[in-house]
């Protein structure tokens, strides 16, 4: 990562009721994500909202 550069190595995924995902954001830290994830899921739709942490890669592996 280059100087001056900011981490956001927290995701919120939406999974719809026909199992498609997306990735809803990203964040700094996991408790920033999980408050939007919290308060997307509570609408009563059939949408899931989960907190994943990706790598420095970008693609949810750890170097």
């Given at each position: 990562?280059?100087?001056g550069a900011v981490s956001l190595p927290w995701i919120?995924?939406?999974q719809d009721d026909n199992g498609?995902?997306?990735r809803v954001g990203?964040?700094?830290t996991r408790a920033e994500a999980q408050k939007?994830?919290?308060s997307l899921g509570g609408h009563g739709r059939?949408?899931?909202?989960w907190?994943?942490?990706i790598g420095q890669n970008g693609d949810g592996?750890?170097?």
């Open positions: 990562m280059s100087e919120v995924i939406r498609n995902r997306y990203r964040y700094a939007t994830a919290d059939e949408q899931l909202y907190v994943e942490r592996t750890q170097n």
